[in-house]
């Protein structure tokens, strides 16, 4: 198996939800915060763990769903914020498993359709596939829905 993927499908949704969380501010933000912390080598380089999360926060800045200023060493990212691209892949609606029982109200169920909510809710559940998933989507290309 490829289990850097996994690691990229969480890193990428973990980073850019951070960044959903303070939208449309600026923020550092560090590795340490998305993974934990991890032992450097015994040269006292960054761990591969490490590593990998940086390289995703970085190829994120390079296909355009985030922009930073600088890197603050191996450690984070300053000054990083949400693209335009970023923001509206994350607020877009993606079909959602209803659950039976009342409908809730219409702002509820917005915000529930959202691909960031429904990214945390499995982040937080540690759901590998549904990350997998749901972060696939993120990267998905859907043309421009008309507007009325």
């Known amino acids: 198996m490829d289990l850097q993927i996994d690691d990229f499908y969480k890193d990428a949704a973990s980073g850019l939800l951070a960044l959903y969380q303070v939208f449309p501010r600026k923020a550092a933000l560090y590795v340490e915060d998305l993974i934990g912390r991890e032992e450097p080598d015994e040269f006292g380089l960054p761990s591969k763990r490490h590593q990998a999360c940086l390289g995703t926060l970085l190829w994120l800045a390079e296909e355009g769903y ?30 959602r498993a209803l659950s039976d029982g009342e409908a809730p109200p219409p702002a509820v169920s917005r915000v529930q359709a959202t691909l960031a909510f429904q990214l945390r809710e499995a982040l937080a559940q540690q759901h590998g596939e549904r990350i997998a998933r749901l972060t696939r989507q993120l990267f998905e290309h859907r043309p421009a829905e008309p507007r009325p």
């Open 66 to 95: 985030l922009r930073y200023e600088s890197t603050i060493g191996y450690d984070a990212l300053d000054q990083a914020v949400l693209s335009e691209k970023g923001f509206l892949r994350l607020s877009r609606s993606v079909p």
